[in-house]
């Protein structure tokens, strides 16, 4: 990873942010964050099943992320720049974390969503060091609101 961020690295973060806030992305974030919750691969199809606007809506938001995390992970976005400016990929990871084995299988993907979990690992160590006890609180809260529905 290159130690200092330039204005390549700015213009592409710029260009992704202004892809999350096309009303259809932003919509599917809002739902996401607020509405997914899933104990399997099972239930995700059973509750948002293909063709329906949820499942159009978790899969942007994956895709969304997956495609930001493979550009950090090839070192075209500095890796601390769009750490300070794109905490809601963890949060995107931690609703799904625990669906990856499995969906992995059923896809006959290993890889399916590798860049999102690589990041999303890099960016808990890097929140540790820069705000100890804050990934904790962070985890709390998202439980919290899955807690509500």
Do not use: C
């Not at 997914?36 to 606007?53: I, N, Q, W």
């Not at 690589?118 to 809260?141: F, H, N, S, T």
Request: charged residues 35%; without cysteine; aromatic residues 12%.
């Amino acid at each position: 990873m290159r130690e200092q961020a330039d204005h390549y690295d700015a213009d592409l973060l710029l260009r992704l942010y202004d892809l999350r806030r096309e009303e259809g992305l932003r919509q599917a974030r809002d739902w996401f964050i607020r509405e997914f919750r899933a104990e399997s691969m099972e239930d995700v199809y059973k509750r948002f099943p293909f063709g329906s606007k949820e499942n159009d809506s978790y899969r942007m938001v994956l895709s969304y992320w997956e495609m930001a995390a493979s550009m950090v992970n090839r070192g075209l976005i500095n890796e601390e720049l769009f750490f300070e400016n794109s905490g809601e990929l963890w949060t995107v990871w931690v609703k799904i974390k625990h669906l990856l084995p499995e969906a992995r299988v059923m896809w006959k993907n290993p890889k399916l969503y590798q860049n999102l979990a690589i990041l999303a690992e890099k960016y808990e160590k890097w929140m540790e060091v820069r705000a100890p006890g804050a990934v904790d609180l962070m985890l709390e809260q998202v439980k919290m609101l899955a807690a509500k529905k």
